[in-house]
Structures are given as C-alpha cells and as structure tokens.
C-alpha cells in the first residue's frame, strides 16, 4: 500500500510541475499601438509586425513589439458605408519582406450600385505601389449589407469568402458571386488584365466572416452569421451547396420559419451552430504552445458577445466550447496567432484597436 502512495504521489507531483509554468504564468491582455477606427482584418508582415485595415479606408503598419504604428499609403477609395468598407487584407512576402505582394478585400461604388472588389498591390516601405484590380463581383446592387470579404491565401490560391448582399436568392444562383466562396488561381489569373467569372468554390452562404485552414487535415474552415439564431461553421469543399436560404438553424428577425429546416439531403450541413447567435468574425486555429490548453483547438472572435471563444476539436470535428474571456476589449472583429504563441484581436469600435492576449 505504501509503495501505491509513494507511486501516486510521484505521479502528481510529475503532473504538478509540468504544468506548473501554465498554472502560475500571468495571463495579460494589453492593446498594442494607437486606437484604431473600426479595424476589419490583419495579416502578418513577419514575426513582430503586422498590417492592419480600418473599415473607413485605411491600412496600417504595427510593431508589435513597441507598438510604432504607421500609416500605409496608396490605398485605393474605398465606400465605406452600412457593413461596407476597406475589409481583409492577407500578405505574401514571397521571402521578400520589403516587397510584400498585398491583397485586400473592399467594397466599391460604382454608377450602378455597390460592389466588392479584390486588388494586389506591392508594399515598398510604407506606400502601396502597382494596384492592380483581380477581381470585381458580378452582382452590383444599393444594398450596404453582407460583404463577407474574409480572405485566405494558401500558397499561390487565394479564396474569398462573399456574402449574399442582403439578397438571399443569389446565394442559389451558380453565376452569382454573392453568396459564394471564390477561388482565385493567382499566378495564372494575373497574367490577364481581369478576369470577372473567377471560380466559384461553394454556394450557399450568408455572410461568412471566418475563413481558416485546419493544420491538421488541410481542410479549410468558414464560419458564417445566421439570421436570428443559426451562425454556423462549415467544412468548404469545391462545388458544394452550404443551403442558405433552403437550410438554416435561424429564424426570421420577427418570428417564423426559413427556407425548409435546419438539414437537406442535398445540402451540407454544417458541423457547429450556434443558437442564439454570437455574430462570430475572424477566426485561428492555436497550434502554439503558450496557452497549451489551446493546442489543436479553434479560437473564434464574437462581435454580440463581446468575447473570445475557443472551440474544442476532438476528430476534427468539434464538441464543445468555452469562452475564454468576455466584455473586456469590445467586438472582437479578428483573430489571428502569433508566432511566439501570443493572440491577436481587433476590435470593432469607432476607438477599436490591435490587442494581444499572452502568458508572461
């Protein structure tokens, strides 16, 4: 019996000391830089600096580490009204820091109505240089609602997430671009002036917001806002129909049903819901090892809640979630991690900012 003791208690205090650093390391939360006007999305630069886009048409460039922020210029007008605005942006510095290839996401007007639009661009210090439009929607129209414009560059693919405009029939519609996620084949398609009919990847969608790639299968993931109730995450894969408006685990704003249920035979269904909404934005997978609890989950941002949630993954799929913190820093709009480990956020606010959530 004795011998089962002394087992035991060698076991927990192995267990005691290998998480020790996690049980005593301070957790801090501190905003990194100057107040930001309403910042959308974010990409890295290299490991301590990051670009940033303000909704109402500004890029910015953020030492981490000291928090010097500086203006970019060259950006283009953007319309930045309603949900519209200056949105994602995603770098590829190709190994070449001082000559980043920059992506950004926007909202345009143009005689005809409002559009969304992709450019590339080349950051030389801090100037954007050789603007070239690489895509431009095909569905033009007043409505200020539901851009979607989340972005993931993966190798030499960029994917575009597009929201339905406010028009949910266009999400069904295999020729629309709203609604739809795109895949831009980018060494190939630049070679042309512009193309408008870029590959539509998947149908379906509403207004996703949430665009990563899961490390461990490759699989990309998307989340999107439901109407009332019905924000969910999805797995994309090519030529797939994600349902909206004929599925969904929402309802309408004032009561009643939408489209036919929640599933369909002939739509994909989605792998979490969250009823009621949280409005999520932006989200990461954590494959660090600062916050360890976090390794091989999903950080996901919520604008309603005022909160960082983390979802759990068992099987790549998920089970469950927690909410790591809330009601602290305002609408988490973005969400990103950080080479060291370290989280990022940006805060939806007219004084919004960049914040980083780490262990010291």
């Not at 369909?264 to 934005?281: G, K, L």
Request: with cysteine; glycine share 10%.
């Amino acid at each position: 019996m004795s011998d089962l003791k002394s087992f035991i208690s060698i076991i927990f205090i192995f267990i005691f000391f290998i998480n020790a650093p996690y049980l005593y390391a301070k957790v801090l939360l501190e905003r990194v830089g100057e107040p930001l006007q309403y910042p959308w999305g974010m990409d890295f630069l290299n490991h301590d600096e990051v670009l940033i886009t303000e909704r109402p048409g500004r890029i910015v460039k953020v030492v981490i580490s000291t928090g010097k922020t500086t203006l970019v210029t060259g950006v283009p007008k953007v319309f930045a009204g309603g949900q519209g605005g200056l949105l994602d942006v995603v770098v590829d510095t190709n190994g070449k820091e001082k000559e980043a290839n920059v992506y950004f996401c926007y909202s345009f007007r143009s005689p005809k109505g409002i559009g969304t639009a992709i450019d590339k661009g080349i950051l030389k210090e801090n100037k954007i240089i050789n603007i070239k439009s690489i895509f431009i929607s095909n569905h033009i129209l007043n409505s200020r609602k539901h851009f979607g414009c989340r972005l993931l560059l993966i190798k030499e693919t960029l994917f575009a997430t597009l929201g339905d405009r406010g028009k949910r029939g266009s999400a069904q519609d295999k020729q629309n671009h709203s609604g739809s996620v795109i895949k831009i084949h980018l060494n190939k398609d630049e070679k042309l002036e512009l193309i408008r009919e870029k590959t539509i990847f998947s149908i379906g969608h509403r207004n996703p917001q949430g665009l990563a790639l899961n490390p461990n299968t490759s699989q990309i993931w998307s989340h999107e806002h439901g109407p009332k109730g019905g924000d969910e995450i999805n797995i994309l894969q090519k030529g797939k129909n994600y349902g909206w408006p004929i599925i969904t685990s929402g309802e309408e704003y004032f009561g009643g049903q939408i489209g036919i249920g929640s599933s369909s035979p002939t739509h994909v269904s989605p792998i979490w819901t969250w009823t009621p909404s949280i409005a999520p934005s932006g989200m990461s997978f954590y494959d660090k090892t600062m916050f360890n609890e976090f390794k091989g989950h999903l950080l996901v941002g919520s604008l309603k809640f005022r909160a960082l949630y983390l979802i759990k993954i068992q099987n790549d799929r998920p089970i469950s979630e927690n909410i790591v913190f809330k009601n602290k820093i305002g609408r988490i709009r973005d969400v990103a991690v950080g080479k060291d480990g370290s989280i990022l956020l940006l805060t939806d606010e007219r004084e919004g900012g960049l914040y980083r959530l780490f262990r010291e």
